[in-house]
């Protein structure tokens, strides 16, 4: 069975997109899923997407499914939603494991509406109760953090120089910790005139050169501590987004989106 995909990356963070809308779904096993992500022997990507019908009952036009290359399914991806409008081309409403997105194509890339954060400890899941600002835990030199769940957990910690992390060695550290039993994204920020420079360790995938909720969490948790105004860009390795937040409201994410390329590929040759 042939099975086309479209590749595409927001800001460096790539997606194979597989379009099964009207379709018979596929059987998306995690190792299939490592198989197709392996980028030696597969297409390669940080997540595969995976478009349906929307469920019975959803008010959304369609759905997405959202699978880390460690084969894991997870809840949002901002990135891959703008990706993800950009393919459609026109707005409309997704529905996701993290809830209901709105999507607005652009010429360029896309804006979404994200949904509104969530900030208590059984939301983000944490272990046990605990505020969720400036949280009483640390990590080696990584202390006082902010939870935010925008569709899935990240962790946020506000550091002087973020480049000058390790976080290559100590995200998976914390992603795992059992205090996160759902397992947690891991931001780390500093804050340069009044806009917030970001890396992230995916829970899932390691690090990627950008990441949409983290982008979207850590501005949450910025301007919650009144560090930067909103909106505010949120510069990653991959390159810039715009998030904008007001207290009560809904997070808009906007940022670019771009095509790679179409291919199909054997069904059972990743089985």
């Not at 993290?98 to 979404?112: F, N, Q, R, Y």
């Not at 909106?231 to 989106?257: D, N």
């Amino acid at each position: 069975m042939r099975i086309p995909f479209v590749k595409m990356h927001g800001l460096g963070n790539d997606f194979v997109i597989l379009d099964r809308r009207s379709q018979e779904p596929l059987p998306l096993e995690p190792g299939r899923v490592r198989a197709i992500a392996n980028r030696h022997q597969g297409i390669g990507c940080d997540q595969l997407i995976v478009l349906e019908d929307a469920p019975d009952g959803s008010q959304a036009d369609f759905r997405m499914r959202i699978f880390n290359s460690d084969g894991g399914e997870v809840e949002a991806c901002g990135n891959a939603a703008r990706a993800v409008a950009r393919l459609h081309g026109e707005p409309c409403t997704v529905d996701t494991s993290g809830g209901v997105i709105g999507l607005e194509p652009a010429s360029s890339g896309a804006a979404v509406d994200m949904g509104a954060p969530r900030f208590g400890w059984d939301e983000i899941p944490l272990d046990h109760p605990m505020d969720t600002q400036r949280m009483p835990v640390g990590w080696e030199e990584l202390e006082a953090p902010d939870a935010v769940n925008v569709g899935n957990p990240h962790v946020i910690f506000f550091v002087d120089d973020a480049e000058a992390v390790d976080l290559g060695r100590i995200g998976p550290v914390i992603e795992q910790d059992p205090l996160f039993p759902e397992r947690i994204n891991v931001n780390v920020a500093s804050i340069e005139g009044g806009e917030i420079r970001l890396r992230v360790w995916e829970r899932g995938a390691g690090l990627t050169k950008a990441c949409g909720t983290g982008a979207c969490a850590t501005a949450v948790a910025a301007l919650r501590r009144k560090l930067v105004p909103s909106p505010v860009t949120v510069h990653l390795p991959g390159g810039a987004l715009e998030i904008a937040w007001e207290q009560g409201g809904t997070i808009r994410m906007t940022g670019p989106a771009t095509e790679s390329f179409r291919g199909t590929f054997e069904w059972d040759d990743f089985a």
